[in-house]
């Protein structure tokens, strides 16, 4: 066995003794942004059960909806009152898109029925918040990259996990290099996603990798930046006990060839909420554990030693605060948001490569695949 050299163990004492030295947590702007000056009035098209989220963030960041479209007006009229009463309700999506006084579009329906409805907003001259997964299509997410810029036009995605504290806080601080470079990423959930039952998502085959994990592939993609992924390796299980058709648990590795991340997913889990995840760069380790989506104690260390950053905030409403206010702050400073079209495409490009996968047994090169497949829409025959 070979021995190591008294300056080597010298070294790692030293690296020892410092993580153990509690020290500051670095200032990171991880909280939602805030546009200075622009007073937006938003319009929103599609009223369903998460667009309680969208409009309790707007209303506490003091943004005005002024129209809430929904071909079910009933819906449109519920989260009118609850939210903002003096908005109009609107059946027909044509008709908010008229209106002058509307300036940013948030668009909350399905992918399938969405694409035309950000087509037509654009053509309108509107900036626009899409919801997530974006499409599912990536040549129709090029095709609106391309009419947006063509329009003058920004499109964000809804990525509204990006503004989660702690998953924000770990993305800031691989952005400003407290990291260094990311070498593995390892993350893993275990939640009751059951509550799908008899809703419109118990139809769809990959809810777990599509649905649900694009916003933790999204969260690799974000720290592993501009690196390209080489492939992406997955397979998904129907676990025993569960009743719904759709596999429950799913996992992924996303291969950059001089780094990893692991991703696993269990949604069938009964007795325990638990999220980690684990974050291995060359100039620190990023920990966080908790419930899912609220994975507040944080460890951070470095050759500084240990941070421990009590963030303010959660995923629920104030993701949603960021994704919109990251692309009002754009609109204020001429510039493109973070969460802009083009970027969520490397994001769903490695979902979509997962989802190929489970179907071929065989790691897949993101980019190859250029659709969603049957997987992710809803099984209409059900």
Known sequence: MTKSTPARNSRASKTAVASEKTVPAPRLPYEPPKPKRLRPTIGLIGCGGITVQHLAAYKKMGWDVVALCD???????????????????????????????????????????????????????????????????????????????????????????RW?????????????????????????????????????????????????????FDFVACLFGERNAASVFATTAHLRGQELRSPLAAHAIVDYGDGLASLAFNGHTLHTNEESLSIIGTEGAYSATGKVCDASRIALRTARGTSRPRLAGNWFPDGFAGSMGELLCAIEEDREPGNNAANNLRSLALCFAAIESTATGKPVTPGSVRQAGAGARPDTTA
């Open 164 to 216: 989660a504290p702690y998953l924000s806080y770990a993305r800031e601080a691989a952005t400003a290099g407290v990291l260094g470079e990311i070498q593995t990423v390892n993350i893993s959930l275990n939640w009751n996603h059951t509550w799908i039952k008899g809703t419109p998502f118990e139809r769809i085959h990959h809810i777990i990798l599509y649905d649900f994990a694009i916003h933790w």
């Open 71 to 161: 071909s079910d007006t009933d819906r449109a009229e519920t989260k009118r009152k609850d939210f903002f009463p003096k908005a109009a309700v609107i059946s027909d999506h044509r008709r908010l898109l008229e209106r002058a006084d509307i300036n940013v579009v948030d668009i909350a329906t399905h992918p399938a029925e969405r694409l035309p409805l950000i087509r037509d907003a654009l053509e309108a001259d509107k900036d626009v918040l899409s919801q997530k997964p974006f499409v599912l299509d990536l040549d129709e997410g090029e095709a609106l990259v391309e009419l947006a810029k063509r329009k003058k036009r920004r499109v964000a995605v809804n990525q509204n996990g």
